[in-house]
């Protein structure tokens, strides 16, 4: 069982810029399909975007795309959530999540894809 770790959360203004960190546990050499998620009160869990080990082919819901960019280490066991032109609706519980073995696929946004999932870390955009 791949552990999870985020980290960088917390408050920013409107129009600011944050990056979360998230460290998995997992092999260097097992191929994996790494997400971020957000939630916010009374939302469902969003797929926020995605990244593929093997390549580096990245998703992003189109909220986010020219804002948000995912990245991974060249280890490819920490991925980078770089948010930038913050709005107060990215406010979040943002979740970072791994699918160990597999590529990301058309459906990558699906929480039900993944089997790892991080303790969640809260970003919260002011205005």
């Known amino acids: 069982q791949v552990q999870l770790v985020e980290s960088g959360g917390g408050s920013v203004q409107a129009g600011g810029s944050m990056r979360l960190s998230c460290a998995a546990s997992a092999s260097t050499y097992i191929s994996k399909c790494m997400a971020w998620f957000r939630q916010a009160p009374g939302k469902e869990r969003e797929g926020v975007a995605a990244?593929?080990?093997?390549?580096?082919?990245?998703y992003y819901t189109d909220s986010v795309k020219g804002r948000f960019t995912i990245s991974q280490d060249n280890a490819k066991i920490t991925v980078y959530l770089q948010m930038n032109s913050l709005k107060p609706e990215d406010t979040a519980m943002y979740f970072c999540?791994?699918?160990?073995?597999?590529?990301?696929?058309?459906?990558?946004?699906?929480?039900?894809?993944?089997?790892?999932w991080g303790q969640g870390t809260q970003v919260t955009v002011s205005s």
């Open positions: 990244v593929y080990s093997v390549g580096g082919r990245t």
């Open positions: 999540a791994a699918h160990l073995g597999a590529p990301c696929g058309d459906i990558w946004w699906h929480p039900a894809q993944y089997n790892a």
